[in-house]
T-cell receptor
């Protein structure tokens, strides 16, 4: 399989549930990203990882907990979410976080919080 | 703080027409600009990447231009087809400090090409 894959593609969860989103890239990249896309708002960068180390956290609430065990895998652990967290969560990767490198995106996980 | 605006928010054209999508950004200190396509409920597909030193990039029926000094970019689509129907997103890469280069996105232009 090539490119950036995300699972699950759709997720419905209650506010007290704990779930995880998974992202895997098969491009040999070293940087991975989580973005949030809410209705009628631009994509918002959440986290950046470079060589498994978190290099950026854009003031994301602690109910979102990222994990990057290696350069190919990225997780987003979710717990006690709010209905306003319902959104499309997109994962992306690039060779590194440097300015000139193109980012490649996965298909996203559509999350609904009840 | 960088802001990216895309006009129009939605556009409907008949098949075969040439069209232009607009993107403007407030901080001209960018490293590159990227145009993406997003189909409903799907992820983003990169269309064109223009480095700050470049004026335009072309791929097939798509041509993107960049005027960094005026904070503008356009995406020109020639001979539009129904398969071009999607939301087109513009994103600029700027330096956000501590060795980090962030992509700032616009809200997108939703294009419908009518057969």
């Amino acid at each position: 399989e090539t490119g950036v894959t995300q699972t699950p593609r759709h997720l419905v969860m209650g506010m007290t549930n704990k779930k995880s989103l998974k992202c895997e890239q098969h491009l040999g990249h070293n940087a991975m990203y989580w973005y949030k896309q809410s209705a009628k708002k631009p994509l918002e960068l959440m986290f950046v990882y470079n060589f498994k180390e978190q290099t950026e956290n854009n003031s994301v609430p602690s109910r979102f907990s990222p994990e990057c065990p290696n350069s190919s895998h990225l997780f987003l652990h979710l717990h006690t979410l709010q209905p306003e967290d319902s959104a499309l969560y997109l994962c992306a990767s690039s060779q590194d976080p440097a300015s000139y490198n193109e980012q490649f995106f996965g298909p996203g996980t559509r999350l609904t919080v009840l | 703080k960088q802001e990216v605006t895309q006009i129009p928010a939605a556009l409907s054209v008949p098949e075969g027409e040439n069209l232009v999508l607009n993107c403007s950004f407030t901080d001209s200190a960018i490293y590159n600009l990227q145009w993406f396509r997003q189909d409903p409920g799907k992820g983003l597909t990169s269309l064109l990447l223009i480095q700050s030193s470049q004026r335009e990039q072309t791929s097939g029926r798509l041509n993107a231009s960049l005027d960094k000094s005026s904070g503008r970019s356009t995406l020109y689509i020639a001979a539009s087809q129904p398969g071009d129907s999607a939301t087109y997103l513009c994103a600029v890469r700027g330096y956000s400090g501590a060795g980090s280069y962030q992509l700032t996105f616009g809200k997108g232009t939703k294009l419908s090409v009518i057969p």
